[in-house]
């Protein structure tokens, strides 16, 4: 029973999210992995959000793909 609940808020959560999924521990992975390469050498002062457009747009609009 507290599986199925999980499992319902859980889809409840990523279908207010704009890319329509919850963020795995792997996209938080792979922001680390980018600013520890030299492709991010010229990245200073700046906070990376790893949120999957959340904090950027209003709550419920999706990204087409």
């Known amino acids: 029973m507290i599986e199925g609940i999980l499992v319902e808020r859980e889809a409840e959560l990523a ?5 329509g999924r919850i963020g795995e521990p792997s996209d938080v992975a792979a922001a680390v992995v980018f600013l520890a390469c030299a492709d991010s050498s010229f990245i200073t002062g700046t906070d990376i ?3 999957g457009g959340l904090t950027a747009g ?3 609009t ?4």
Do not use: Y
């Open 15 to 19: 279908a207010g999210h704009p890319l």
């Open 49 to 51: 959000v790893v949120d």
């Open 58 to 60: 209003t709550p419920g």
């Open 62 to 65: 999706r990204i087409r793909r």
